[in-house]
């Protein structure tokens, strides 16, 4: 066979397979372990030379390379320049980030919120100047089939971790603080990715193998998780730019009742707000809530809900924009897990 042989055979199955499936992402397994000019080939013809059936600028298209910030940025740029090539082709699954939301989440209320937005890998977003648009390549997760390895009872019910065969370690569905580290990570940039057992309950109902798919009783959901997706689907998080206001010098912080401003109070709240679309606050705290005062992006006479339910109540912006956004503590026996979700009222939207 002649030295190109397998690429060529690759690249036309692959645009073939497009045609036929109508498919429009990849995953792309163990990245590290071939060439990069290999993913920019593939990627590059099933998405601009394959006719009618182009996947476009909005490929969804990740590869999975298991290492830090900087090895994650360094591949998507060799996959972009590989071939003379210049386009951001592909993501990544945002490794450091999630160790810093393993952090949080494990931290029982000590984790310094001020510090997660840092672990994010850089390359998370492209702009397309043609389209005047903005996609989102990075794939910001919690927990993968490579770090959930359960040990099961004989009703499929979690008895432990086989920790040894775990990439990283495990966030058990059942921490509390799970929920608000999918807040953050929803927030944040990227396309995120929702494990199964996260979301759907099969860890000690005893149906693991027996549950009827369609049956919320056989197969509970975690309502707070549903309400994040439903708010990142219907208030287009992704359409809003990317802010921190906690962290900005004129955001002031508050213990309940509006004491003890501090900006040191940064290590218990974090805001992020997707700018004219959403605000999501997030408490690792156990006990008590906290709050935030900052310049907002909404217009002013905007008018707020708290579409996770946490407040009651609406905001309505001022003039001069600047809002004071609570944020509950993690104190899941009265049905509040670490997190809001303001965004202007009037969304009545279903799942897409």
């Known amino acids: 066979q002649s030295a190109s042989y397998m690429r060529n055979n690759a690249r036309n199955w692959m645009l073939w397979w497009v045609k036929q499936t109508g498919i429009d992402g990849f995953r792309w397994d163990a990245v590290k372990h071939f060439g990069a000019d290999v993913v920019q080939d593939l990627s590059y ?66 984790y310094n919120m001020a510090s997660i937005p840092g672990s994010q890998q850089n390359r998370r977003v492209t702009y397309y100047a043609g389209s005047s648009s903005y996609v989102h390549r990075t794939a910001p997760f919690i927990n993968l089939h490579d770090t959930f390895r359960p040990q099961l009872d004989a009703n499929g019910n979690y008895t432990g971790w086989n920790t040894g065969q775990q990439l990283a370690p495990n966030l058990d569905p059942f921490n509390p603080r799970m929920v608000t580290a999918y807040a953050v990570m929803f927030a944040m940039d990227g396309n995120p990715v929702v494990f199964f057992e996260d979301l759907f309950n099969i860890g000690n109902t005893g149906k693991r193998w027996t549950h009827r798919p369609a049956d919320t009783t056989d197969l509970p959901v975690r309502n707070p998780l549903a309400n994040i997706i439903w708010c990142h689907q219907n208030l287009s998080f992704t359409q809003g730019g990317y802010r921190v206001p906690s962290a900005e010098a004129t955001a002031e912080l508050w213990d309940a009742g509006f004491t003890n401003k501090n900006t040191g109070q940064q290590a218990d709240i974090i805001l992020i707000e997707r700018m004219g679309q959403a605000v999501v606050g997030a408490n690792d705290n156990g006990v008590a809530w906290k709050g935030c005062s900052y310049n907002s992006n909404f217009a002013p006479g905007t008018i707020l809900k708290d579409y996770s339910g946490a407040n009651s109540g609406t905001i309505t912006v001022p003039a001069n924009s600047r809002i004071t956004i609570w944020v509950p503590p993690v104190d899941t026996a009265n049905g509040l897990y670490g997190y809001c979700i303001w965004g202007p009222t009037g969304n009545t939207g279903s799942y897409i």
Not at 48 to 56: D, K, V
């Open 45 to 110: 013809n099933v998405k601009y030379l394959n006719g009618w059936a182009n996947t476009g600028e909005a490929m969804l298209n990740i590869g999975e390379w298991v290492g830090g910030g900087s090895q994650l940025d360094g591949w998507v740029d060799a996959v972009a320049t590989s071939n003379g090539g210049s386009d951001t082709l592909a993501g990544t699954f945002d490794f450091g980030l999630r160790g810093a939301l393993y952090g949080m989440a494990t931290g029982n209320g000590f």
